[in-house]
């Protein structure tokens, strides 16, 4: 999409606009009108937790994404996100929760594969680039599992500075992801207003649409459900983990899609590195 043209900000917020637009028609073909007079009562009962959720978890996490992407390779973009998996104990430790002390020297490989494959980046292009690519890459690694952890934490009830959300609606994992989607929706309109990019073109509103279904709606949904099944930090942590795959298919799709160069043998290193630790970590996690 980036290669395509277009800009980011578009990107970014018409995949939320069209995941608003599916998921109210699941919702209303699954589930009745009843789901959404549901889903209504229960974000304007706690309006301002899923506003900040919502912008956090979506809003920063994917303006920041594709912002990256007009500088750097998809694999680049996508082993500098590993760090996401990283983030998650930093974050359960911010709500205090417990994490197990296991991974401190995988966590150290995993960082060293991110460091291989920017470097080589580097040398391809110049620091500033891949300092402006890495660096919204790595808030948005942050911001991603802090939204999620803010809806679990939620649920769960156990966090005093949080709203206790009891409501069988959220048993539903699109009803949570189309609850965060609406949270976000004052995000992208500030974003829109303060970056005024020209129109759309025919062909970024076809991809946003393909990506809000795919990623946005189908994705996200797993992802939240997997997440929704966790009673302990280590298994959040260990459903986070299985991000690391999209390292693999967003360099395969360059390569086999889009004639996109291989990496040189620190970006392979790199990506070694990082899947590697990622896989020991998912089973130290899970033991």
Not at 191 to 206: A, D, E, F, I, K
């Given at each position: 999409m980036s290669l395509a043209g277009g800009h980011w900000a578009w990107t970014s917020s018409l995949r939320f606009g069209y995941m608003l637009i599916?998921?109210?028609?699941?919702?209303?073909i699954t589930q009745g009108k009843k789901a959404l007079v549901q889903i209504k009562e229960v974000f304007l009962q706690h309006w301002i937790f899923w506003i900040t959720a919502g912008s956090i978890g979506f809003g920063i996490f994917y303006s920041l994404i594709t912002f990256s992407a007009t500088y750097a390779a998809g694999w680049v973009i996508a082993t500098t996100w590993q760090t996401t998996i990283l983030a998650t104990p930093?974050?359960?430790?911010?709500?205090?929760?417990?994490?197990?002390?296991?991974?401190?020297?995988?966590t150290l490989l995993i960082f060293v594969g991110i460091v291989l494959v920017n470097i080589e980046q580097a040398s391809a292009t110049n620091a500033r680039t891949v300092f402006t690519s890495a660096i919204p890459v790595l808030i948005a690694a942050i911001a991603y599992p802090i939204g999620n952890q803010l809806v679990w934490e939620a649920r769960t009830g156990e966090h005093k500075k949080l709203p206790h959300i009891q409501h069988s609606i959220l048993e539903n994992g699109f009803a949570r992801v189309l609850l965060l989607t609406i949270g976000?929706?004052?995000?992208?309109?500030?974003?829109?207003?303060?970056?005024?990019?020209?129109?759309?073109?025919?062909?970024?509103?076809?991809s946003t649409a393909l990506v809000a279904l795919l990623s946005g709606v189908i994705a996200t949904t797993l992802f939240l459900y997997a997440r929704h099944l966790c009673k302990q930090p280590y298994e959040i942590a260990a459903v986070d983990a299985t991000q690391s795959m999209e390292v693999i298919f967003s360099l395969a799709g360059e390569i086999i899609l889009l004639n996109g160069a291989l990496p040189g043998s620190l970006g392979i290193a790199g990506i070694v590195l990082t899947v590697i630790g990622l896989i020991a970590y998912i089973v130290m996690q899970t033991k």
């Open positions: 599916f998921l109210t028609l699941l919702l209303l930093v974050v359960l430790i911010l709500f205090k929760r417990k994490v197990p002390t296991k991974g401190i020297l995988l976000s929706i004052p995000f992208w309109i500030i974003l829109l207003l303060w970056t005024n990019p020209p129109p759309p073109s025919s062909g970024q509103l076809v």
